[in-house]
């Protein structure tokens, strides 16, 4: 699962020009793996209590203006430590942290039509 999800990082912040410069320069794995761990520890223990990814799937699209459920509990964690660890700027943190949404949906849904799709 962390291979897909690191996958998906590099493909959503590579297509954003606005935070692929200004992540330091030979720093880009080390971000996007932070990014992907984050995103990976929080999807594995949201998904028991949201009724797995299904019911993760259907709480993010309910929740996704509102910043509510399982991005916000890594939003804040990935904020910090991407201060910390890598001296990124609180514009490109909260940029990365906008898009966390739409990126845990995409792989989300990704990973429920691979499951759909096997059955």
């Not at 940029?95 to 849904?109: D, E, N, T, W, Y």
Request: glycine share 16%; proline share 5%; net charge negative.
């Amino acid at each position: 699962m962390f291979d897909q999800i690191l996958s998906f990082v590099k493909d959503h912040l590579g297509n954003n020009p606005e935070i692929a410069n200004a992540i330091p320069a030979g720093q880009e794995d080390e971000v996007h793996r932070e990014i992907a761990s984050h995103i990976n520890n929080g999807l594995q223990s949201q998904a028991p209590s949201e009724g797995g990814l299904g019911g993760m799937l259907s709480s993010l699209t309910q929740n996704m203006g509102n910043g509510g459920g399982v991005s916000s509990a890594i939003e804040g964690g990935l904020v910090s430590s991407l201060a910390s660890k890598f001296g990124l700027p609180p514009m490109v943190t909260g940029a990365i942290a906008a898009s966390l949404p739409g990126l845990i949906q995409k792989f989300v849904q990704h990973r429920s039509a691979g499951t759909q799709g096997a059955q």
